[in-house]
Protein backbone atom coordinates (compact mmCIF):
# COMPACT_ATOMS: atom_id res chain seq x y z
CA UNK A 1 0.00 0.00 0.00
CA UNK A 2 1.04 3.88 -0.49
CA UNK A 3 1.95 5.86 1.78
CA UNK A 4 2.42 9.54 2.37
CA UNK A 5 4.62 11.34 5.32
CA UNK A 6 4.81 15.00 5.79
CA UNK A 7 6.97 15.16 8.55
CA UNK A 8 6.92 19.16 9.81
CA UNK A 9 3.08 19.52 11.41
CA UNK A 10 3.83 23.53 11.10
CA UNK A 11 6.49 25.75 9.83
CA UNK A 12 6.93 29.63 10.23
CA UNK A 13 8.52 31.56 7.32
CA UNK A 14 9.40 35.28 7.07
CA UNK A 15 7.69 37.05 4.39
CA UNK A 16 10.42 37.08 1.37
CA UNK A 17 12.28 34.16 2.27
CA UNK A 18 12.45 30.56 0.49
CA UNK A 19 10.76 27.37 2.46
CA UNK A 20 11.14 24.09 2.18
CA UNK A 21 7.98 21.52 2.76
CA UNK A 22 8.90 17.54 2.94
CA UNK A 23 6.99 15.06 1.80
CA UNK A 24 8.22 11.56 1.44
CA UNK A 25 6.26 8.64 0.02
CA UNK A 26 6.18 4.79 -0.18
CA UNK A 27 5.21 2.71 -3.08
CA UNK A 28 6.43 -0.41 -5.01
CA UNK A 29 5.05 1.04 -8.51
CA UNK A 30 7.30 1.97 -10.88
CA UNK A 31 4.13 4.12 -12.37
CA UNK A 32 2.81 7.06 -10.23
CA UNK A 33 2.27 10.92 -9.66
CA UNK A 34 2.86 13.43 -7.11
CA UNK A 35 1.09 16.37 -6.04
CA UNK A 36 1.04 19.60 -3.61
CA UNK A 37 -1.88 21.13 -2.73
CA UNK A 38 -2.57 24.67 -1.13
CA UNK A 39 -5.54 24.95 1.21
CA UNK A 40 -6.42 28.08 2.87
CA UNK A 41 -8.50 28.43 6.12
CA UNK A 42 -11.72 28.14 3.61
CA UNK A 43 -11.05 25.22 2.83
CA UNK A 44 -10.91 24.76 -0.63
CA UNK A 45 -7.90 22.63 -1.95
CA UNK A 46 -5.43 24.06 -4.72
CA UNK A 47 -3.54 22.18 -7.08
CA UNK A 48 -0.17 23.79 -7.20
CA UNK A 49 2.20 21.44 -8.80
CA UNK A 50 2.58 17.84 -10.40
CA UNK A 51 5.78 15.11 -10.43
CA UNK A 52 5.34 12.51 -12.71
CA UNK A 53 7.40 9.36 -11.51
CA UNK A 54 8.97 9.26 -14.89
CA UNK A 55 9.87 13.19 -15.04
CA UNK A 56 13.90 13.60 -15.49
CA UNK A 57 13.06 17.53 -14.26
CA UNK A 58 12.00 19.12 -11.50
CA UNK A 59 8.89 20.18 -11.98
CA UNK A 60 8.37 24.27 -11.35
CA UNK A 61 5.03 26.62 -11.32
CA UNK A 62 6.04 30.09 -10.46
CA UNK A 63 7.28 30.40 -7.41
CA UNK A 64 6.57 26.92 -6.80
CA UNK A 65 9.19 24.00 -7.67
CA UNK A 66 9.40 20.55 -6.52
CA UNK A 67 12.63 18.80 -5.40
CA UNK A 68 12.01 14.93 -7.04
CA UNK A 69 14.13 12.57 -5.47
CA UNK A 70 12.53 9.13 -6.61
CA UNK A 71 15.70 7.14 -4.99
CA UNK A 72 15.14 8.72 -1.60
CA UNK A 73 11.54 8.76 -2.42
CA UNK A 74 10.96 12.43 -1.74
CA UNK A 75 8.94 15.60 -3.22
CA UNK A 76 9.52 18.45 -1.22
CA UNK A 77 7.84 21.19 -2.12
CA UNK A 78 10.05 24.78 -2.24
CA UNK A 79 8.33 27.88 -2.41
CA UNK A 80 10.42 31.18 -2.82
CA UNK A 81 9.56 34.70 -1.92
CA UNK A 82 7.06 33.63 0.53
CA UNK A 83 4.21 35.94 0.98
CA UNK A 84 1.60 36.55 3.55
CA UNK A 85 -1.09 34.88 0.93
CA UNK A 86 1.10 31.67 1.33
CA UNK A 87 0.06 31.24 4.97
CA UNK A 88 -2.58 27.89 4.50
CA UNK A 89 -2.31 24.21 5.04
CA UNK A 90 0.10 22.28 2.37
CA UNK A 91 -0.75 18.82 1.40
CA UNK A 92 1.53 16.07 -0.63
CA UNK A 93 -0.66 13.50 -2.31
CA UNK A 94 -0.16 10.76 -4.42
CA UNK A 95 -1.60 9.28 -7.56
CA UNK A 96 -1.18 5.56 -8.48
CA UNK A 97 -0.53 4.79 -12.09
CA UNK A 98 -0.46 7.22 -14.94
CA UNK A 99 -4.18 6.95 -15.60
CA UNK A 100 -5.30 6.36 -11.58
CA UNK A 101 -7.50 8.73 -9.91
CA UNK A 102 -7.34 8.14 -6.53
CA UNK A 103 -5.10 10.71 -3.97
CA UNK A 104 -3.61 9.20 -1.09
CA UNK A 105 -2.82 12.41 0.69
CA UNK A 106 -0.05 13.37 3.70
CA UNK A 107 -0.38 14.69 7.21
CA UNK A 108 -0.40 18.31 5.47
CA UNK A 109 1.87 21.04 6.87
CA UNK A 110 0.90 24.24 7.96
CA UNK A 111 2.94 27.53 6.86
CA UNK A 112 2.51 30.82 8.72
CA UNK A 113 4.45 33.03 7.01
CA UNK A 114 5.61 36.60 9.12
CA UNK A 115 5.45 39.60 8.24
CA UNK B 1 -10.08 26.04 -16.20
CA UNK B 2 -12.27 22.92 -14.87
CA UNK B 3 -14.33 23.66 -12.13
CA UNK B 4 -15.85 21.44 -9.31
CA UNK B 5 -18.97 23.24 -7.39
CA UNK B 6 -19.83 21.67 -4.31
CA UNK B 7 -23.21 22.60 -2.73
CA UNK B 8 -24.06 23.37 0.34
CA UNK B 9 -20.86 25.05 1.98
CA UNK B 10 -22.27 24.75 5.60
CA UNK B 11 -25.01 22.69 6.86
CA UNK B 12 -26.15 22.59 10.71
CA UNK B 13 -28.60 19.92 10.95
CA UNK B 14 -29.68 17.98 14.40
CA UNK B 15 -29.14 14.05 15.72
CA UNK B 16 -31.39 11.80 13.42
CA UNK B 17 -31.77 13.89 9.90
CA UNK B 18 -30.30 12.89 7.13
CA UNK B 19 -28.39 15.78 4.97
CA UNK B 20 -27.71 15.79 1.39
CA UNK B 21 -24.43 17.64 -0.55
CA UNK B 22 -24.30 18.02 -3.94
CA UNK B 23 -20.71 17.82 -5.91
CA UNK B 24 -20.73 18.74 -9.79
CA UNK B 25 -18.80 19.36 -12.61
CA UNK B 26 -20.04 22.43 -14.05
CA UNK B 27 -17.36 21.90 -17.39
CA UNK B 28 -16.52 18.95 -17.95
CA UNK B 29 -18.17 15.75 -17.51
CA UNK B 30 -16.64 13.34 -15.07
CA UNK B 31 -17.81 9.37 -15.27
CA UNK B 32 -16.13 9.47 -11.45
CA UNK B 33 -16.13 11.23 -8.69
CA UNK B 34 -14.52 10.83 -5.23
CA UNK B 35 -15.69 12.11 -1.65
CA UNK B 36 -13.13 12.94 1.19
CA UNK B 37 -14.03 13.47 4.91
CA UNK B 38 -11.65 15.80 6.65
CA UNK B 39 -11.74 16.20 10.51
CA UNK B 40 -10.09 18.92 11.99
CA UNK B 41 -6.84 19.82 11.40
CA UNK B 42 -6.15 16.65 9.68
CA UNK B 43 -5.97 14.74 6.46
CA UNK B 44 -8.34 14.30 3.82
CA UNK B 45 -9.31 10.70 4.11
CA UNK B 46 -11.08 9.19 0.41
CA UNK B 47 -14.14 7.65 1.58
CA UNK B 48 -15.50 6.41 -1.38
CA UNK B 49 -15.37 6.87 -5.29
CA UNK B 50 -18.53 7.49 -6.97
CA UNK B 51 -19.59 6.15 -10.29
CA UNK B 52 -21.92 7.28 -13.03
CA UNK B 53 -24.10 4.32 -13.88
CA UNK B 54 -23.13 1.95 -11.06
CA UNK B 55 -22.45 1.36 -7.31
CA UNK B 56 -20.34 3.56 -5.84
CA UNK B 57 -17.22 2.17 -4.24
CA UNK B 58 -16.46 2.47 -0.44
CA UNK B 59 -12.97 2.57 1.01
CA UNK B 60 -12.62 0.35 4.18
CA UNK B 61 -14.58 1.33 6.91
CA UNK B 62 -17.00 3.52 5.23
CA UNK B 63 -20.53 2.36 6.24
CA UNK B 64 -22.63 2.42 2.90
CA UNK B 65 -25.64 2.63 4.28
CA UNK B 66 -24.29 5.54 6.51
CA UNK B 67 -23.26 7.52 3.68
CA UNK B 68 -25.10 7.28 0.41
CA UNK B 69 -23.47 8.02 -2.78
CA UNK B 70 -25.30 8.74 -6.25
CA UNK B 71 -24.21 9.75 -9.42
CA UNK B 72 -26.95 9.92 -11.23
CA UNK B 73 -25.67 12.04 -14.53
CA UNK B 74 -22.26 12.93 -16.08
CA UNK B 75 -22.17 16.09 -13.85
CA UNK B 76 -23.83 15.95 -10.60
CA UNK B 77 -22.62 12.73 -7.19
CA UNK B 78 -24.19 13.33 -4.33
CA UNK B 79 -23.53 12.31 -1.39
CA UNK B 80 -26.73 11.60 1.55
CA UNK B 81 -25.31 11.48 5.30
CA UNK B 82 -28.33 9.76 6.98
CA UNK B 83 -29.19 9.72 10.05
CA UNK B 84 -26.50 12.05 11.14
CA UNK B 85 -24.57 11.94 14.75
CA UNK B 86 -22.71 14.60 15.86
CA UNK B 87 -19.99 12.46 15.37
CA UNK B 88 -20.46 12.84 12.05
CA UNK B 89 -19.42 16.35 12.30
CA UNK B 90 -16.81 17.09 9.75
CA UNK B 91 -15.85 18.65 6.24
CA UNK B 92 -16.69 16.96 3.34
CA UNK B 93 -14.89 18.22 -0.26
CA UNK B 94 -15.84 16.21 -3.08
CA UNK B 95 -13.54 16.08 -6.77
CA UNK B 96 -13.14 14.90 -9.99
CA UNK B 97 -10.68 15.13 -12.58
CA UNK B 98 -11.62 16.66 -16.39
CA UNK B 99 -10.59 14.40 -19.31
CA UNK B 100 -6.82 14.11 -19.39
CA UNK B 101 -6.96 14.00 -23.42
CA UNK B 102 -3.82 11.27 -22.55
CA UNK B 103 -2.02 14.21 -20.32
CA UNK B 104 -0.95 12.18 -16.79
CA UNK B 105 -0.57 15.80 -15.06
CA UNK B 106 -4.16 16.54 -15.16
CA UNK B 107 -4.80 17.25 -11.22
CA UNK B 108 -7.74 15.99 -9.52
CA UNK B 109 -10.23 19.57 -9.47
CA UNK B 110 -11.77 19.79 -5.37
CA UNK B 111 -14.76 22.09 -5.02
CA UNK B 112 -15.02 24.31 -1.77
CA UNK B 113 -16.66 21.90 0.74
CA UNK B 114 -18.87 21.21 3.34
CA UNK B 115 -18.76 22.33 6.53
CA UNK B 116 -21.38 19.90 8.68
CA UNK B 117 -22.53 20.38 12.13
CA UNK B 118 -24.70 17.67 13.57
CA UNK B 119 -25.93 18.98 16.78
Known amino acids: AQKITQTQPGMFVQEKEAVTLDCTYDTSDQSYGLFWYKQPSSGEMIFLIYQGSYDEQNATEGRYSLNFQKARKSANLVISASQLGDSAMYFC????????????FGGGTRVLVKP | GAVVSQHPSRVICKSGTSVKIECRSLDFQATTMFWYRQFPKQSLMLMATSNEGSKATYEQGVEKDKFLINHASLTLSTLTVTSAHPEDSSFYIC???????????????FGNGTRLTVT
Open chain 2, 95 to 109: SARPPTGGRNNSPLH
Open chain 1, 93 to 104: AMRMGAAGNKLT
